[in-house]
């Protein structure tokens, strides 16, 4: 008989002898720089939160304010019976933060690319899709009915020689604000002139950008000076502002048409106000503490000179600092090292960046001291020769 159970086995064997298995941690502790794994602490290089904004009190307090209120669960989608002012406020508070008329929150970042983009290009347009974009713009563009055209990473010229292949056609440029795997910032000004000049869409993913570049934390349009220049700002309110859900701002035009357009909005029961809270005080306290963005970025300048100081090339204005290993085993083989000596940090590997270009994924926060990224670069040096020798 056939076994029903048969190729998922051998598929799931097929990763291990790869390498490419995956499964997760458990933690013990909250998100913070040192956390309880296993039952043993350790210093954490590789969450989102930034800005160490999900354990702020301030935040936390006015979590239980609003959830004492307004209880645990929305009780519908957006456009029935979901909506309280709760999301209200957090819309115009995201509105204000990233200057733009209008927002709208989504349940995730992921919903938010799979939702947008099928919204605004279809069949007969095309996507223009940086070849490093995340999985779920990847996932919107496939959703969609339109035509994928892939460009090569950050390559203006690239883009330019694909577009007037293409003489006419609508569509949408879309990448990463800030490169999730690679922590390079997007040429911005490269490709919102392309995007004017050929009559197409900007969109940009603020996810890695929003916190943590720009002087005020504001993400790509400020690090540019270029404020009010995307057509259709995408972000996530699960990285820096330390809480959850997914977001896009722009004119009222695009915000009315996503409201009426985007399955992934329409279709779900919108998150619950307690989390909105979380998202709102998040917000504002990185438009009240400019100086926690400050010193995230003075954090990213100290770990990158201490890894180079070492031997190691890292090279990033972004909270995300790649230390390339190569070889998807020999990556393992580093984090199960540093783990021993007390320092988290995940291994990404295919399918979520190419095969051989397996890496440690550093990511900064702003409590992190110079201590301990100084034991990390040491720790990290160390643990690479180990492995290159075993
Ligand atoms: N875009 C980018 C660039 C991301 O890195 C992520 C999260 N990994 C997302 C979107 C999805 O956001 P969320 O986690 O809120 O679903």
Redesign the pocket.
């Known amino acids: 008989m056939n076994d029903k159970w048969d190729r998922m086995e051998r598929e799931l064997e097929r990763l291990k002898s790869d390498n490419l298995f995956r499964r997760m941690t458990v933690f013990e502790s909250p998100q913070t720089s040192q956390v309880k794994v296993g039952g043993q602490q350790q210093h954490l290089f590789s969450s989102?939160s930034y800005l160490d904004l999900c354990c702020e009190p301030k935040v936390k307090e006015h979590v239980r304010r609003v959830l004492e209120e307004y209880g645990s669960g929305s009780g519908g989608s957006r456009l029935t019976t979901g909506t309280t002012s709760i999301h209200a406020e957090l819309e115009d508070t995201i509105a204000e933060f990233k200057r733009r008329e209008a927002a709208l929150v989504f349940n995730?970042?992921?919903?938010?690319?799979v939702g947008i983009l099928p919204a605004l290009a279809g069949k007969g347009d095309i996507i223009y899709s940086d070849e490093l974009?995340?999985a779920?713009?990847i996932d919107g563009c496939r959703l969609s009915k339109a035509e994928l055209v892939i460009y090569r990473h950050n390559d203006m010229a690239d883009l330019e020689k694909k577009i007037k292949a293409h003489p006419g056609q609508k569509g949408v440029i879309v990448s990463?604000g800030v490169f999730?795997m690679d922590g390079d910032i997007v040429n911005l000004p490269g490709l919102v002139e392309l995007a004017n000049r050929y009559g197409l869409l900007s969109m940009i993913?603020e996810?890695?950008a929003t916190g943590v570049i720009g002087d005020t934390g504001r993400g790509t349009e400020e690090y540019y000076g270029m404020e009010g220049s995307v057509d259709v700002l995408m972000g996530?309110?699960?990285?820096a502002v330390g809480g959850?859900?997914?977001f896009v701002c722009g004119s009222h035009i695009l915000i009315d048409y996503l409201i009426n357009k985007a399955r992934s909005f329409i279709f779900s029961t919108s998150l619950s106000p307690a989390t909105m809270a979380a998202d709102t005080q998040g917000i504002r306290m990185i438009m009240e503490q400019p100086q926690r963005v400050q010193k995230l970025q003075e954090n990213i300048r100290y770990c990158c000179a201490a890894l180079n100081s070492r031997g190691i090339k890292a090279e990033s204005e972004t909270a995300i600092i790649p230390v390339i290993i190569g070889e998807e085993g020999r990556a393992m083989k580093v984090m199960k090292l540093l783990k021993e000596r007390g320092y988290y940090i995940s291994a990404i590997r295919y399918p979520t960046v190419a095969r051989g270009s397996a890496r440690l994924r550093l990511a900064l926060m702003s409590s992190h001291t110079r201590e301990e990224m100084d034991g990390l670069a040491d720790a990290l040096k160390e643990c690479i020769s180990l492995a290159e020798y075993e």
């Not at 995730?108 to 690319?113: D, E, I, L, Q, R």
């Not at 996530?236 to 990285?239: I, R």
């Open positions: 989102n995730t970042g992921y919903m938010a690319n974009n995340h779920s713009i990463d999730s993913d996810a890695h996530t309110l699960s990285k959850e859900g997914g």
